[in-house]
């Protein structure tokens, strides 16, 4: 198995034919972007050599052009009919581009016309989630889909689904007193936008401590960044540990049921740094007898699926980093996982679930995404998931291979816009579900979502809960009637 992002030179002989000067490169996503440096060099290295054979598992990432700058590096025709800049127009043809027209705003009573009376307005395109069948056209002479299915090699059930909980009365009041606060902030000043929105996507999973926003405080000449002054105070929710929040509890009830299944359960955490939550998560999993141990970014990434594999055999739970166990690891021990807090790179988030879910794998697997009803972390995945939704379009089989890296900054800045503008963004269950099917059997079933016990939190797939969300809006095209005895243009 090649490292990831790694390029190789390649020698072929055979048939009284040698291929030189060739380039195999393993992950070919890594070199997606239009102007990293890393693009460049796969660039330069390309256009040089004679052969180029790209791989990678992750090719299409929801927006056309995900993929417009790799294809433009490596396919002629593509070099041919678009320029290098002309992302918009390949958006154009291949993707979804939403359009905005508003009125221009200014106060000068002369930006309308003066004897016509035409009001000015402004035009703006964004890209959404989507894709054209025709973009297939562009992929047929030069790509080869390969799945394990066509490998005769059947991987066990893998099943997705997502619990929404209420966050406490108290928790709750303080995260939209502080959402509401830092947003408004945010509105008044770009510079609020990055506070606002980790603070809002973090809060309700570290409730359990007192914390205190910071705000950079500026010098008005120059808009450098003085010193950090103390914003709100956030009190903790349960200062004395006597009662877990909402997610923690289900948390806890979960894994004890998946070790009487004999299941092992992953459990990924967003927060391990300098607001490191992984050793609240272990407390409550240890109150209810569980077996749990924490891998740290402190263990070597060469020596992790060792000191897995020590541990393994002792333990009911691991829980870890997302980003620590995404790539060149075998965890098929585990049948379980449980994002207790959402990765935002979707690269990273698919390729951790399947360090699970591949060969030697003989149990069901079962992702599971927790968010808190309301919160920014359920808008966030809505976000995702319509990325997964339209990377079907190019694969027409499981979304979890179609998903290539994104800059994390990227897609939360998007999300801040989403929300800031008010969009109604569907939940995730539309984009996602197949016909649910309850177990009835006490201990629940290693493919289903157990029956229901209030008042417990529903479980439910990905496409119940977008479907129930989701509004599909038609707009109609107004009929022009021709006057009488006007010739039309024949259009």
Known sequence: MCPDGYVYNLEVEGNNNYFANGVLVHNCHEFKSKSSDRGVAFHQLVTAAKQTLTLTGTFFGGKSTSIFWLLHRLNRGVRRDFAFHDEKRWARLYGVLESTRRRRRNDDADEDGVYTGNRRYRNQAKEQPGVSPAIVSRLLDTTIFLSLKDLNLALPVYKEEVVALDMLDDQGQQYRNMDSGLKQLALQSSRYLSTWLQWSLARPNSAFRDEVVLVDEVEDEDGKSVRKVPLMELPAINPNGHKWLPKENWLADFCKTEKQQGRKVLVYVRQTGTR????????????????????????????????????????????????????????????????????????????????????????????????????????????????????????????????????????????????????????????????????????????????????????????????????????????????????????
């Open 276 to 491: 490191d939550i992984q050793d609240r998560v272990q407390l409550p999993l240890q109150a209810n007898g569980l077996r749990v141990s924490i891998l740290g970014g402190n263990v070597d990434p060469r020596k992790r699926e060792d000191w897995i594999a020590r541990r393994v055999n002792g333990i009911d739970v691991l829980i870890c980093n997302p980003r620590l166990v995404a790539t060149g690891l075998d965890l098929i021990q585990f049948s379980s996982v449980v994002f207790f807090e959402i990765e935002w790179s979707l690269y990273t988030l698919w390729q951790s679930v399947r360090r699970v879910w591949r060969l030697g794998q003989t149990q069901p697997v079962k992702a599971i995404f927790t968010v808190y009803n309301s919160a920014m972390e359920a808008k966030g995945l809505t976000l995702m998931g319509r990325k997964m939704k339209a990377a079907q379009l190019v694969y027409g089989d499981e979304v979890g291979g179609a998903i290539v890296p994104e800059e994390e900054g990227d897609f939360l800045t998007q999300l801040a816009r989403d929300v800031l503008d008010g969009a109604k963004l569907s939940d995730l269950q539309t984009l996602f579900a197949d016909d649910l099917q309850v177990s009835h059997n006490p201990l629940g079933s290693l493919t289903m979502p157990s029956a229901a016990i209030l008042p417990g939190p529903k479980v439910l797939t990905w496409d119940e809960w977008v479907s129930q969300k989701t509004v599909i809006v038609r707009k109609l095209r107004r009929k022009e009637v021709m006057p009488e005895g006007q010739m039309g243009l024949g259009i």
